[in-house]
T-cell receptor
Framework: AQSVTQPDIHITVSEGASLELRCNYS??????LFWYVQSPGQGLQLLLK??????LVQGIKGFEAEFKRSQSSFNLRKPSVHWSDAAEYFC??????????????FGTGTRLTIIP | EAQVTQNPRYLITVTGKKLTVTCSQN?????MSWYRQDPGLGLRQIYY???????DKGDVPEGYKVSRKEKRNFPLILESPSPNQTSLYFC??????????????FGPGTRLTVT
């Protein structure tokens, strides 16, 4: 069965430091991969997505992610975090359902705390 | 402003009392979906709709109903709510049927408590 694992429940980073959030997936075919961000009290917003082509994907707010097929990973990175980056981050994989429709499976999320 | 709206934003109810959470989008999107978010479980899809009168079960459909009579609206119905349906609910929409290609736009969420 398809699955997404975010091994870090909570990460704390100093403002200005670099960030890497981990995401591992399990999916038989070529995956469609996404990172969403959820700010406190808000809905989810798409940061970036990968379908094919260049394995390094640029997103909004200075984020990037790298698809590594050999490691089944799609880690999210940012070179220098800002206090406004404090939020919960979700990795998701698009998959084909039994009825041929496409569905998203989300990971359990990583909560990011920024300290001064 | 392009948006997905949900009502109510907060709801406290009692076991067995039927309720409906409304969802509306003004972007003429074909695809709409309901998710529930629970601590440690992330988001799980309840139901989705590829177009008017076309709906299908997600990963956790038990205890929920939906309908899609108009393109813009996708209400979530709990016929007999139970405490295990206490959760944060999100409605989302997408411009195309292939959600792997198109971004999903999420509403602000509805926090439901069933006592």
């Amino acid at each position: 069965a398809q699955s997404v694992t975010q091994p870090d429940i909570h990460i704390t980073v100093s403002e200005g430091a670099s960030l890497e959030l981990r995401c591992n997936y399990s999916y038989g075919a070529t995956p469609y991969l996404f990172w969403y961000v959820q700010s406190p009290g808000q809905g989810l917003q798409l940061l970036l997505k990968y379908f094919s082509g260049d394995t390094l994907v640029q997103g909004i707010k200075g984020f990037e992610a790298e698809f590594k097929r050999s490691q089944s990973s799609f880690n999210l990175r940012k070179p220098s975090v800002h206090w406004s980056d404090a939020a919960e981050y979700f990795c998701a994989v698009g998959r084909i359902s039994n009825f041929g429709n496409e569905k998203l499976t989300f990971g359990t999320g990583t909560r990011l705390t920024i300290i001064p | 402003e392009a948006q997905v709206t949900q009502n109510p934003r907060y709801l406290i109810t009692v076991t067995g009392k039927k309720l409906t959470v409304t969802c509306s989008q003004n972007m003429n999107h074909e695809y709409m979906s309901w998710y529930r978010q629970d601590p440690g479980l992330g988001l799980r899809q309840i139901y989705y709709s590829m177009n008017v009168e076309v709906t299908d079960k997600g990963d956790v459909p038990e205890g929920y109903k939906v309908s899609r009579k108009e393109k813009r609206n996708f209400p979530l119905i709990l016929e007999s709510p139970s405490p295990n349906q206490t959760s944060l609910y999100f409605c989302a929409s997408s411009p195309g049927r292939t959600i792997s290609t198109y971004e999903q736009y999420f509403g602000p969420g509805t926090r439901l408590t069933v006592t």
